[in-house]
Structure formats: structure tokens, C-alpha cells
């Protein structure tokens, strides 16, 4: 061969032999994510996994308000899989508190009470509590001792994420207290489960209930006394919080009553150091998150820091119609979205004069009283309790002026007065119906800044109690979960509007107590029985 | 960056030299002739003349003569010219007279096939090619409108009228529901990666459709199989332009062409749209209404103009190395004003033969400049929507002084936006700037040696990159009525690619004449290296400002996939008669975990070429009979993310940040991850017949195939907690395709004064689901698809058919309003009375194409046509009296259609906006004529009109039935395109 040639097939060569190194090219990584032994080597590691905790029923997504973690078809606004909006819609809309103009058939069978297992709306309730047990489950795993001591993090550094810890567990028993609330019987998955193509399996309610109860139980060494953890973590206030709300509707759940569980619960939090906000309104205006002695665990929103299109920003800008005055006075100057107000029920709670009730928790706006037209916006009364202003009257920063900076209360001292009050009159022991009646008392004197408002014991009924209820909580994701522990919900004892699809409103079946598990997913795992009925 | 400005400029001083270089070298004697066409006796120009058994040639002029000096020692020459048979001639003394045999539709030619060539009649897989004068005609700016409706099985859907939005091309309907169903685009051997370049809508608008000399598309498994992974859809190789012999032979097209909109939306016009109002709204509305009669469809379309200018030479330098260098100027308007794109392309192709021939180097180098302004698309349907009553512009208005939706206060006089309300279509364009610039540079070189001791072993390595960026700018004044929420913007983007391909393998052809065999074998590697790098921008206001929470995370990613391969193809030829070919590819792929990375995919394929045969070879009406039967399986993992089985852990944005304390964190969010995430595979069963009568003046071929999808990637819904996603792309579910394609080609009349060819190509295709989720379960409807509820995957059906409520219809044949049929009899109208109704995708698609020439004049036409495909006339469903008449405080226009249904509100699950769109169309009629020598013979001229986008007929009452997927939302037009053009040759 010529030294030309040679030449020429150098490159040849060093092709070759650099082509049959290669197999580990193949192995790419993305470069702005990290494995999981990376993510957690650290304290702040950690914490950035907690956020993820907690943002997963704060936020739609890690990436803004135009993805979602979760994602089904028949999607076409990601904003619906947020967390509370998706509560709100089954617990709210579904009720006598409320009804929406927007032209959307799964949205417009929550009120009718005529929804099905393909329902968007009651998928995006599903997908998104399972998919907060799942990054719980995610971070549970990862926070054993056995990992902290490989990967080195100990001493206050290892108390800390044991804190958190306990928090992902208590966030898991809450999700999974939703689903046992709405579905009844979901799948169940643990931090024991795999991650991949694994199949649930399906736990029946009263199993669930056993679950719950015994992790919060488990969860309270753990868990920072009341008060004393940061603002919108959870603490032991928290947990009891929750074990009250779950025994007073154990009889719904299990069929067995708890009540005096729930007095002994609703006492320690009772007990633990909260008072009550002193003005009504200042609960739900974008400044809460300052000052307030009376939440016990809220759900924090910015409009800069946390975007989301649900949350206080759905509550806020689906409750206002387009008058820029209006508007402008809620704090959404860039529009509301003529979607939700009131049927006659919930401001006629506060008498016929609902505008100028001396009970400071009314809260409305225009719109008539009746409603023809469902999808007449102006037609039902507007409801004004949430706020994109301060308690001072300054209208909180929006870089749209649609997104809000209001924080929502998931647990507040209010429902904990009134727990203890319902639990009394439903025969539970450790309370007593004058500390009953002082409490309902202290709510309706914030209420009318005077005693004006007071009751005696003896108007202190369980009807009176529902109506309480209605006239503190309303639209803060009670509604129907109270009605069904009263025996309300699908019944023709208790009727509203376009209650089972009728103008007059009209009974339904009881099947409709519970929601169906999403069609989709009785597909994808054949573990799972569908509720009767659907 | 810096890579692409020193390749821009070392290119341009290489192509400097090569112009200036002139090239003499002394003759012993001067032999001359002329060259014609057997046929019709006109001279043939641009005929490559060989000495062989050397590299010493030259080119006929436009009379078809020749003049070449030779050596005593030559003995003869080789005439070849593209579409014609070659012919050897012994030297003679005089003159030297050929006529060339057209090679219409001949199973002479030669076809590229992956990593090789093969001849026409040889060819064992489903294989068609069109060579560029067969392309379609006009002015065509984009490489694969070359082939519209020229490719039985081969549909080019243009993805609308945008300068540059490219089309969507399908083989043999869809194989994949989640992962890419385009077909992989290989140029001169460089695999293209398909990946996005910012500013640009389809990179494919980015190659020079004048320097493509044919294009092949191998559409069964069996022919695609040797590109394993990527081929599962089809492979479409381009072959460009190479160099001549002998002197520079300059070549310079120009087109010219004004672009006209076809047909507006019906709208009402502002004198009906008046009564209505007057007539059903109530004072409110009235109060609305405007004086001005604006028809704002006019306001926002343009008669646009585009020029396209190709100037090319080649030649060769010394004897040995063939050139060609060819540069375009292309610059076009959209119909929609403010849209406009500027391209310009070089291309170089250099070919010379090194040491005695035995290495063969084949250089191609591109680059592109890429200029665009894009207007804003929201006009269209903004367009159909607005108020014809109201002025385009009101010098009181704050928004720029255009009418916009607003309300003035009695007494302050402020202004209020209404944000709900649609836009003024002409502020929405003349206030967007979005302007993009990109560049584009690829090429391959490669060395093809054949080794001294053994010629029939050739080791042939190939280099191949393409590097590519984009960036842009969109700018809107705070004024403007469109960005109003935001306070305008300025907001830029920007991303760089670079691919790069290796590959080397050895070729072994060896005629074994003592047992009549031949063998051709082949063996090889590759490496495929895709890279991409997105920049992230916050978002910045019109006063510069940032909006909060924008600011990103990460000032770019990093997308990055790598395949390896190994392959292998032997050819088996025996006694002429029986051809047996296999192969085999082994690729590993970056996107699956190690376990599951490494897939195979092998390939059988025989022909026998009946007309061989004893019985048949002495036959004069048949020409040609070849029966091929072909399995082959390819694969698929185009279209997917790149890191889909890894488990990580990734920081969200800063606008998606929580709270604890008074700190906000930014999330560690888990990814879903299916780390047995593998191989989509598709297995074709193909059989065929080629044919040809009368020295094949009539040919072509029939085709039948069977196509399985198995392992789909398929996005499906996974139980909720078994992983951080409610969907994932995994494995799942089976889809078939079965189909007929049939072909002929004509040429019906052919003497010297007139000619007539004819072709025709006609597909039928039909697509099944057969299985699609991981449990069995009869019950599950499907997969609801896109981000509408309107088409669904059923198993038992076509993917993406229409799923939709049964329309009832009054006693005058008019939808009612909401009342559906009970399909499932349960008294109740739910989701549970949807059903199943027809398929986007076209039954059967036809092409029809002929040229007639009489003397120096040529008319051609194309047609095309689709059957059994349905659109939704999503644009319709907005037809409502609700939006006339709006409640949120404005009125807009609607269809006439509304004066009949009087729908109140949307009713866009109702099968009333399925329609039948089959169809057809005329997509270009053209007429050339060949001037011949000018300028004292110095040059030869031929000049040309075409009209395109002639005429449309179907039942579809949308403006163009012919949209991809099925979904007509107020898609930006397609334009009919008159052209005039000449291409002088000098």
C-alpha cells in the first residue's frame, strides 16, 4: 500500500476504533434534575422535597399555571387540578352554597346531582389527593432512619426531617381522610408500595378509617407542638384538628359513633392556645397569613411566589362578575369570571334581609335571590367572604391582576367550637352543653360584634347546629360532608334550587352519597369495585 | 455559533475559488456529435459524456452537441443523462450521432437504497422514486410538496398557508398514538433528527428544494428495516444535485408568484348582522352595535408576493472531481399581512475520485439563513368573530387608536378593557412582532474505498452533521389590547442543535459467473448523536420590566439523545431470476433503561422476476413482471422525552415556589418514570408485483400490506398512586394497518412533435386498534385524545375517531338545540350515549398527474383526491346566538348557519360538525415553453406559468377540507399561487 493510501485510511481507523467504545454513551442524564441519593444528601434537599409535600396541594404543578402534576382526558384547563378548587367543587358546588354559570356539562352535573364515573370534575378530586399520597409515600421512603444514616445527615439535622416526616404522614392521613369522605373505598398505597406500573389495591371505608385514625395517633410525638411550627405546616394542633373531624363523622364513615372522641380532640386544640380572628372577614382577606391567632393549618397562595389558578384565586375571581369597580374592589382588577354564587338557601340563612344582617358573616353581593337561567351569572346571590385585599383596605399586589395572595384555612379554631358543640348534642361525654353554647355563643358574638346574637341551651338544636354551620364554614369545603352526616344531602327532606337537576330541587338517589371512582381508573386497575350505584 | 460562522465563511472563499478556477489541459485530437432523444429526435442538452475507462468528459450543449478531446489510446464513450438510458459507443471516426432511450419509469434505474444503490428491476422491498421532472411544479418551496400526490401510500397534508409551515407527511397511514408517526428523512446519507429550531415552524422549510435531484421513499418494513429504530414510519431519502463534467454549466431559475386568498368564512354581513341584532337583542345590545361596514376578513388577508431565485453551476474540476454549487434566494409573503419569510440556501457538492479511482469522495455542505416574521395567528379566527359594524380604527381609543371592546365611564371618562371580549383582528397584527432569525449549516462527507487488493470489498465511512439555531424576539406595546393583563411584552427565545451521524461499513459485490449468482453484501456501525439546547427567558413587560415569579430557574436545558447501531444486509442475486435479500439491525437507544435498551430488527425479502423466465423473456408486450414478497420489522422511539425510565428529581419554577414560615422553597418534584419503557415495534407483511408493457411504456406496480404495531408507545391512564403522573408513556396496546397501493404510468403518445404521459397512483388504507390497554376490559371506552373530548382510541376502531352525541333533527331538517339520542337507552342523555363516528384519516387517497407537450409548449397538471375522510368543523361550533349577542357585554359575528340552527349555546359534542370531507383537488395546472437557444445560442431558455391550489371540490363546508388530524379551527388558509417563471441554462 502507497503512504498516500495509508494516509487516506488513517481517519478510517481512528473512526473505527473510536465507534467501538461507545456502549456507555447511551447512559444520558438530564442536566437540571438530580437522581434521588443527590436530592437527598442534605438538610435543604429535604426541605426542597417537603416543599414538594405540601405545594402538591398548594400548586398545580412545579412548573406554573399551565401544567398540572396530574392529567386525565377531557382536560382543557390544568387549573381544575388543583387541590382545593378540585375539593371545593365536590364539597361546595354540589350543595345549597352553591351553583356556577359556566356551560360545561361535568360541571354543571355537581349541582344537578346527576354525575357519572367518566365526571371530569370528581377525577380531578381523585387524581389529585392520590397523587399528594404519593409524593408523601415518595418522601416517607426516603426519610427512614435507615437513609438518613447512609447518607450521612444526623444529629438536629436528622430531628428536623424526622418533623417532616411525621408532617408527609399527617398530609397522607388527611388526603386519605378526603377520599375515605368522598369515594368511600379507594385504592390504598403506602410508602411500602412500589413505583412504576404497580396496581393498588382497594381498601374498604371502614378499614380506612382505622388507618387514618391509628396514623395520626402514631404520627403525634413526632409532629411540633401547637403553634410552634412554621407558618402553613402542619403541627399536633393539626393532627388533633383532623382526628376531631374524623370522629365526628365516624358514624358516617364506620357506622360506630366517636363522639366523645371528638370532644377529646376538638379540647385539645380548644386548649392549645388559638382565639378566635377578631373581625369575621379578616380571616379571608390576602393578608391573613399575618397575625392570625384563629388558623390552625391554612393552605398558603401568592400571586407571585405561587401561582396558581386555584385556590383563593379560583374562589375569588369565579365569584365576581366583569364590572371593573367590583373588581377592582375584590382586588382582581384584571376581571372576575361569572362562574359561582349562591342559590336562595345559604343568604337566607341569615334571614330575608341577608344584605343588612346584623351577623357580620354575610358576606354577599348582588344577583337575585331565584334562578331561572343557571348560566345568568346575575342570577343568585354573589357571595363577597374571600378577598384579594388586606384587612386594611390595600389591594394586594397581582402581576395580572387575576392571581390572588389569599391563604385558605384547612382547619380553624371555628370548626373546633362548633365540633365540640355537635358532638354534645349528639350524645358524646367529656362536654357540656353550657361550654357548648358559649362556644357557638363566642362565634356569633364575633359574628354581631355584640351579644345581640346570642342563643340559650335551649336553642341549641342539631338543625341549628347545620344552619351554624352554614352561616361560619360556607364555601370553605364542609358543605356536603355535613349534610350527608345530617341526612340532607340527596334526601327530598332538604331541597335548594337545581337540587337533582330540578329548578325546585328534587330528591336524589342515595347512591349519590358517594362519588364515583373515576372510569378511567376502574379501567386501569381491576383491583378496584366501583361504588354501588354508578 | 462560532462553529457555523467559521464554516459560513470558509465556505464562501471556498465556493470564490472555485468560480474564479479555470482549468485547460492540451488534447491530442477533437471528437464531436450530437445527442437526441430516441423518441421524439430533439436534442438532448446537459448529457454527461465519459472516455472509458476514465474521468474525462463532458456535458452536451443546448443543441445537444458535443465536442471532446481524446487520446488514440480511448476506445469508447459513455453517454448517460438522468431518466434515460445509459449506451456505451465505441469510438469512431466523423461524427459521433446518439439516440438515448428514455428510461420512463425504467427498471434500469438506479435507486438509492439505504447504504447502497440497486437497480429499479432488482429491487425487493416497496420502493418508489421520483426524480425531479416529475416533481410537482410551480412555486414550491419546501422539499416534500415535491412529491404531493406523486407516491401511491405517500399523503402530504399542508399543515396551512404560513410561508414555511411544511406538511405533514404519512406512509401507509399512522403506526404509532404517542410516539412520532413521521417518517425518517435521510439527505445523501444524513439522517435528519426532526428536532424543533426555534422561529422556524418546520425544518424542513429549510432545504433548498431546487438542488434535490430525486427523492425515494421506501415504504415496506423489509426496505426500511436496514434504518431499524427509526423507520418503523417509512424512510424518504433525498438525493441532491451532483456535479457534471467539463466545463462550468450555469443554470438560473426564477419564480415568481402573487398569492391570493381562495375563499373567505361566510360570515353575516353587517347589514344582516343589524337585523339580527335589531331584531333579538334588547336596547343593551343595541346600543353596541356600530355605523361602519368592515369586512374584516379583508382587513387581515393580502395579495402576497414571493420570489424564489436559484442560481446554480457544475462542472468539474480537473477530470476528476465533479462540482456543483447552487445558491437561493427565496422570499415570501403570507397572505395574512405582516407575514413574511427570507431564505437563503447555498449548497455545495463536491465529488472527486482520488488514487486511481479507488477512493471516492463524495462532499455535500449546506447552510441556510433563515429570516421570519410571523404575524399573529389569533387574527384569523378574530377575523370571522368581529363585529362588522364596529371601525378598524377610533382615534379616541387608547389601545393604539383601534376599536377595541371597552367601556367609557359617564363621568370620569376612563376606560375599561373588556377582557373577555375578542380583539380588534388588525391591532392584533400590526401591534405583534414576532421576528425570528435562524441558521442552519449540514452536510456529510463521505469516503467510499475501495481496498487495492481486493476491488470488490469497498469500507465506506460516512460523516454527517447538522447544526442549527434559532432566536427571536416578540414585541407588543403595553397599549395593545391583546397583552393588556401583562402591560405588553418583550420576550425573546432562542435554542441550538447539533446532530451528528457516524457510520462505516464495508460493502462486499461479487458476480460469481460459474453458478450464475451474485452476492452484495453489507456490514456496518453508527453512531446518531442528537443534542439540543433550549435557552430560558423570564418574561419582560413592554417597559422592561419583569413579570415576578418569571425569572427561570435554569438559564437553558439540555435535550440529548444518543443510538447506536450495528447492521447487516446480504443480497443474493441467482441467475438473474431470484433475488433473496435479509438484514439485520441491532440498535441501542439512549431513552431506555440498559436492560431494555437494545432492540433487533431483522428483515426477509424475495423477488423473482417472472419475465426472466424461458416462457417470457422473448416477449414483446411484456417488459417486465417482478412478484416480491417481503416481512421485515422496524422499530420506533422518535417522539418521545428522552429520559422517560429515569427516576428524578427535578426544581420547579420560581413562580411555583411554597411557603413555610416567611420563606418560600422551590419544589423537588419526582418524575414518573416507567424504567421498562422499550421498543415500539411495527412488523410489515408486504407483497407486490412490478410491471411493464411495450418496453415499459406503460409500468408500474401493485402492492398489498399488512402492518402491526405491537408494544405501542402509548400514553394511558395508570392507576393513581402507583407513580407521580396520572398518565404514563408506557408499552402498551396493538394497532394494524392493511392496505392496497396500486400504480401506472403512461406514455400514451410519444413521436417528435407531440407527447402525452399519464400516471396514476391510488392507496387504500385502513387503521384498527386492536388492543389498548394492559387489562382486558370490553367495558372501557378508550383513550379520549389531544386536549378536546372529540376523538377518542377505541379498540375496534381507527385511531382518533370522532366520539361525539347523535344529532336529532326537527321536522325541517334542522338540529335541535341539545337534544341528542339516547344511544344506550337508559332515559338519561350522558357521556354514556357517545359514540363512535368515522376517522379523520382518508380510506382511500389518489393522485393523478399528466403532461401533455406539443412541440416546444408543455401543459401539465396534478390532481389529487381523498375518500372517507371527515373533518370537524370546529369554526361552526361557535355558530351560536350567544355569541352574537354576548352576555360578558359585546357582539361578534357568526356563520349564517346560526339564522338556521338558532343554537343559543355551543353544542360542540354534537356529530353535526362531523362532515364527510372527502375530496378533490387540482393542485397545480401549468404550462411551459421551451424558448431554445438565445443570445446566439449562447444560452437556452424555457419559461413557464403555473397556477396552484386550482380548485377544490367537496360536499365539506369549511373553508378546506383537506386538514390533518381532522380538526378545523380557523386554520390559516391555503393560498392559490399564480407563478411565473424561466430557467435559462448558459
Known amino acids: 500500500m502507497k503512504n498516500s493510501q495509508l494516509k487516506i485510511l488513517t481517519p478510517l481507523i481512528w473512526a473505527i476504533v473510536c465507534f467501538c467504545s461507545c456502549s456507555k454513551q447511551l447512559n444520558l442524564q438530564p442536566v437540571n434534575s438530580d437522581v434521588a441519593n443527590v436530592q437527598y444528601s442534605s438538610l435543604a434537599g429535604y426541605k426542597q422535597a417537603l416543599a414538594k409535600v405540601y405545594g402538591s396541594y398548594s400548586l398545580i404543578s412545579s412548573s406554573g399555571t399551565g401544567n398540572s402534576d396530574v392529567s386525565f382526558a377531557g382536560i382543557s384547563d390544568v387549573g381544575v387540578t388543583d387541590f382545593f378548587r378540585a375539593f371545593w367543587n365536590v364539597e361546595d358546588l354540589t350543595t345549597d352554597e352553591a351553583i356556577c354559570a359556566w356551560n360545561d356539562a361535568d360541571l354543571q352535573s355537581l349541582h344537578n346531582m346527576d354525575w357519572t364515573s367518566t365526571n371530569l370534575y370528581v377525577h380531578a378530586i381523585y387524581a389529585r389527593s392520590l397523587y399528594q399520597i404519593t409524593v408523601c409515600n415518595e418522601f416517607i421512603r426516603q426519610s427512614t432512619d435507615g437513609e438518613l444514616s447512609s447518607r450521612g445527615i444526623t444529629g438536629d439535622d436528622a430531628d428536623q426531617v424526622r418533623h417532616f416526616r411525621a408532617e408527609a404522614r399527617f398530609l397522607r392521613a388527611y388526603q386519605y381522610w378526603v377520599l375515605m369522605d368522598l369515594f368511600g373505598n379507594p385504592p390504598f398505597v403506602t410508602d411500602k408500595d412500589p413505583i412504576g406500573k404497580y396496581i393498588p389495591q382497594q381498601i374498604s371505608r371502614d378499614s380506612l378509617f382505622n388507618y387514618v385514625e391509628s396514623e395520626l395517633i402514631a404520627i403525634q410525638p413526632d409532629l411540633i407542638a401547637p403553634k410552634q411550627n412554621e407558618y402553613a405546616r402542619a403541627d399536633q394542633a393539626a393532627d388533633w384538628a383532623l382526628l376531631a373531624r374524623l370522629y365526628l363523622n365516624a358514624e358516617v364513615y364506620t357506622g360506630n359513633q366517636r363522639y366523645t372522641d371528638a370532644i377529646t380532640y376538638a379540647n385539645k386544640v380548644i386548649n392549645a392556645g388559638y382565639s378566635l380572628m377578631p373581625d369575621y372577614k379578616n380571616l379571608f382577606t390576602s393578608d391573613n397569613n399575618l397575625n392570625n391567632p384563629e388558623v390552625i393549618l391554612p393552605i398558603a397562595y401568592d400571586a407571585t411566589e405561587s401561582q396558581s389558578y386555584g385556590g383563593s384565586t379560583f374562589l375569588i375571581c369565579s365569584a365576581h362578575g366583569t364590572d371593573p369597580t367590583d373588581d377592582a374592589a375584590f382586588g382582581i382588577p384584571g376581571g372576575g369570571w361569572l362562574g359561582n354564587r349562591s342559590v336562595q338557601n345559604l343568604p337566607l340563612l341569615f334571614g330575608t334581609n341577608y344584605s343588612s344582617s346584623p351577623d357580620g358573616r354575610a358576606l354577599f353581593g348582588p344577583g337575585t335571590l331565584a334562578v331561572n337561567d343557571v348560566l345568568d351569572f346575575t342570577q343568585g346571590v354573589e357571595v363577597y367572604k374571600f378577598s384579594n385585599v388586606t384587612s386594611t383596605g390595600q389591594t394586594q399586589y397581582s402581576p395580572n391582576g387575576v392571581l390572588c395572595s389569599t391563604d385558605l384555612p384547612i382547619f380553624r379554631l371555628a370548626e373546633m367550637y362548633l365540633t365540640y358543640a355537635e358532638a354534645v348534642l349528639r350524645g358524646g361525654s367529656g362536654g357540656d352543653i353550657n361550654t357548648a353554647v358559649s362556644y357557638i355563643n363566642t362565634l356569633r358574638e364575633r359574628a354581631y360584634g355584640n351579644t345581640s346574637g346570642d342563643i340559650t341551651a335551649g336553642q341549641l338544636t342539631l338543625p341549628f347546629i347545620l344552619d351554624e354551620r352554614g352561616r361560619e364554614l360556607y364555601w370553605e369545603g364542609f358543605r356536603r360532608t355535613d349534610l350527608i352526616r345530617f341526612g340532607d344531602f340527596t334526601n327530598a327532606s332538604y331541597l335548594w334550587p337545581w337540587k337533582g337537576g330540578v329548578q325546585a330541587g328534587a330528591g336524589v338517589d342515595s347512591h349519590y352519597n358517594l362519588f364515583p371512582i373515576p372510569a378511567a381508573e376502574i379501567t386501569a386497575n381491576p383491583n378496584l369495585k366501583q361504588n354501588p350505584g354508578y | ?526 453512531y446518531y448523536n442528537n443534542y439540543s439546547k433550549d435557552y430560558n427567558y423570564p418574561d419582560i413587560r413592554a417597559n422592561e420590566d419583569t413579570v415576578p415569579g418569571s425569572q427561570p430557574l435554569f438559564p437553558y436545558d439540555i435535550q440529548e439523545n444518543t443510538l447506536l447501531s450495528f447492521y447487516a444486509r446480504a443480497i443474493y442475486t441467482y441467475d438473474n431470476k431470484f433475488i433473496l435479500a435479509a438484514s439485520i439491525r441491532r440498535d441501542g437507544s439512549s431513552k431506555f433503561a440498559p436492560n431494555v435498551r437494545w432492540g433487533t430488527f431483522p428483515s426477509i425479502a424475495f423477488t423473482w422476476k417472472i419475465n426472466q423466465e424461458n416462457f417470457l423473456v422473448h416477449s414483446n408486450a411484456l417488459s417486465e413482471l417482478n412478484l416480491r414478497l417481503s416481512y421485515g420489522v422496524a422499530g420506533n422511539q422518535d417522539g418521545i422525552s428522552n429520559y422517560a425510565y429515569q427516576p428524578v428529581y427535578s426544581i420547579g419554577d420560581n413562580s411555583s415556589r411554597v411557603l413555610f414560615g416567611s420563606t418560600y422553597y422551590n419544589m423537588a418534584t419526582p418524575s414518573a418514570y416507567d424504567a421498562d419503557l422499550k421498543w415500539e415495534q411495527t412488523a410489515t407483511y408486504n407483497a407486490g408485483i412490478d410491471y411493464g408493457f411495450i418496453h415499459n411504456r406503460i409500468n408500474g406496480s401493485l402492492d398489498f400490506y399488512y402492518k402491526k404495531t405491537t408494544n405501542l408507545l402509548n400514553t394511558i391512564p395508570i392507576p393513581a398512586g402507583s407513580n407521580f403522573s396520572s398518565t404514563i408513556l408506557t408499552n402498551i396496546g396493538d394497532m394494524n394497518n392493511k392496505g392496497v397501493e396500486f400504480s401506472i404510468n403512461a406514455a400514451v403518445i410519444k413521436n417528435k412533435h407531440f407527447e402525452w404521459d399519464v400516471s396514476f397512483n391510488g392507496s387504500y388504507n385502513i387503521n384498527r386498534i386492536t388492543n389498548i390497554t394492559a387489562t382486558k376490559d370490553p367495558s372501557y371506552p378508550g383513550t379520549l385524545t389531544g386536549n378536546g373530548v372529540i376523538q377518542i382510541n377505541s379498540v375496534g376502531y381507527s385511531a382518533n375517531s370522532f366520539y361525539v352525541y347523535h344529532q336529532e333533527y326537527n321536522k325541517s331538517g334542522n338540529p335541535i338545540e341539545g337534544v341528542y339520542a339516547d344511544l344506550n337507552g337508559d332515559g338519561i342523555i350522558n357521556q354514556n350515549d357517545l359514540y363512535h363516528y368515522e376517522s379523520p384519516f382518508p380510506k382511500w387517497v389518489y393522485g393523478f398527474s399528466t403532461q401533455f407537450r406539443l412541440n416546444k409548449w408543455t401543459l401539465s397538471t396534478v390532481l389529487r383526491a381523498n375518500v372517507g375522510n371527515y373533518v370537524y368543523d370546529g369554526t361552526a361550533t361557535g355558530a351560536i346566538e350567544s355569541n352574537i349577542l354576548n352576555p360578558l357585554g359585546y357582539l361578534a359575528n357568526v356563520f349564517p348557519e346560526v339564522l338556521k340552527t338558532h343554537f343559543y349555546y355551543s353544542q360542540p359534542y354534537s356529530d353535526y360538525y362531523v362532515q364527510n370531507a372527502s375530496f378533490l383537488k387540482m393542485d397545480n395546472i401549468g404550462l411551459s415553453y421551451n424558448v431554445g437557444a438565445i443570445f446566439h445560442n449562447e444560452a437556452n431558455l424555457v419559461v413557464n406559468a403555473h397556477c396552484q391550489n386550482v380548485f377544490t371540490i367537496t360536499k365539506y363546508t369549511g373553508i378546506d377540507p383537506e386538514i390533518y388530524g381532522g380538526i378545523d379551527n380557523t386554520v390559516y388558509p391555503v393560498a392559490r399561487i399564480y407563478s411565473l417563471g424561466l430557467t435559462i441554462g448558459f
Open chain 2, 1 to 526: 455559533m462560532n462553529t457555523k460562522n467559521v464554516l459560513k465563511r470558509s465556505a464562501l472563499v471556498f465556493f470564490v475559488c472555485l468560480l474564479f478556477s479555470v482549468i485547460a489541459f492540451g488534447q491530442t485530437k477533437i471528437i464531436s456529435g450530437k445527442v437526441t432523444d430516441a423518441a421524439t429526435g430533439n436534442p438532448l442538452s446537459g448529457v454527461s459524456i465519459l472516455i472509458k475507462g476514465t474521468t474525462n468528459g463532458i456535458l452536451t450543449n443546448h443543441e445537444g452537441l458535443f465536442r471532446l478531446p481524446i487520446t488514440a489510446k480511448d476506445t469508447a464513450l459513455l453517454f448517460s443523462y438522468v431518466g434515460y438510458l445509459s449506451q456505451d459507443v465505441p469510438i469512431s471516426n466523423g461524427n459521433i450521432n446518439v439516440a438515448l432511450q428514455e428510461a420512463n419509469g425504467s427498471l434500469e434505474q438506479v435507486v438509492v437504497i439505504g447504504y447502497g444503490t440497486q437497480q429499479k428491476k432488482d429491487l425487493t422491498g416497496a420502493i418508489t422514486t421520483i426524480n425531479s421532472k416529475d416533481f410537482q411544479k410551480g412555486s414550491i418551496t419546501s422539499p416534500e410538496g415535491l412529491i404531493a400526490g406523486k407516491i401511491a401510500g405517500v399523503s402530504v397534508t399542508s399543515n396551512g398557508g404560513s410561508p414555511g409551515s411544511g406538511s405533514v407527511i404519512r406512509i401507509r397511514g399512522i403506526g404509532s398514538l404517542n410516539a412520532s408517526n413521521d417518517p425518517l428523512i435521510v439527505i445523501d446519507g444524513l439522517p435528519l433528527s426532526g428536532n424543533n429550531i426555534y422561529g422556524v415552524s418546520d425544518p424542513l422549510s429549510l432545504i433548498n428544494p431546487n438542488d434535490i435531484a430525486s427523492i425515494t421513499v421506501l415504504k415496506d418494513a423489509a426496505s426500511a428495516a436496514i434504518y431499524g429504530s427509526r423507520a418503523s414510519n417509512g424512510v424518504i431519502l433525498i438525493t441532491t444535485k451532483k456535479g457534471g463534467n467539463g466545463k462550468p454549466a450555469f443554470s438560473f431559475t426564477t419564480n415568481n408568484s402573487v398569492s391570493k386568498i381562495i375563499k373567505e368564512n361566510d360570515v353575516l354581513s353587517p347589514d344582516q348582522f343589524r337585523q339580527y341584532v335589531d331584531a333579538n337583542g334588547d336596547s343593551s345590545f343595541q346600543a353596541l352595535l356600530g355605523n361602519a361596514n368592515t369586512d374584516w376578513q379583508k382587513q387581515i388577508y393580502q395579495a402576497a408576493l414571493t420570489t424564489d431565485n436559484n442560481l446554480s453551476v457544475s462542472g468539474s474540476i480537473k477530470k476528476n472531481t465533479p462540482y456543483r454549487v447552487s445558491a437561493d434566494y427565496l422570499n415570501q409573503q403570507g397572505i395574512l399581512k405582516t407575514d413574511n419569510l427570507k431564505r437563503e440556501t447555498i449548497g455545495l457538492s463536491l465529488n472527486p475520485k482520488l488514487l486511481n479511482n479507488h477512493l471516492k469522495i463524495d462532499l455535500n455542505l449546506n447552510g441556510s439563513f433563515f429570516q421570519r416574521r410571523y404575524a399573529n395567528g389569533a387574527a384569523i379566527s378574530s377575523s370571522v368573530y368581529f363585529d362588522p359594524t364596529q371601525p378598524v380604527y377610533d382615534a379616541s381609543s387608547p389601545y393604539g387608536g383601534y376599536f377595541e371592546w371597552a367601556s367609557k365611564d359617564p363621568n370620569s371618562g376612563a376606560v375599561t378593557l373588556n377582557k373577555l371580549a375578542p380583539r380588534n383582528p388588525v391591532a392584533l397584527l400590526n401591534l405583534y412582532s414576532n421576528t425570528a432569525k435562524a441558521e442552519r449549516s449540514y452536510g456529510s462527507v463521505k469516503f467510499d474505498y475501495s481496498l487495492p487488493f481486493l476491488p470488490d470489498l469497498h469500507a465506506v465511512l460516512n460523516l454527517g452533521y447538522d447544526v442549527s439555531s434559532g432566536n427571536g424576539k416578540i414585541l407588543v406595546p403595553a397599549y395593545a389590547a391583546q397583552n393588556y393583563l401583562d402591560t405588553g411584552q418583550d420576550n425573546q427565545y432562542r435554542n441550538q442543535n447539533t446532530d451528528v451521524v457516524s457510520e462505516f461499513y464495508l460493502n462486499y459485490d461479487k458476480d460469481l459467473k460459474s453458478i450464475k449468482s451474485n452476492i452484495n453484501a453489507t456490514a456496518g456501525y453508527g
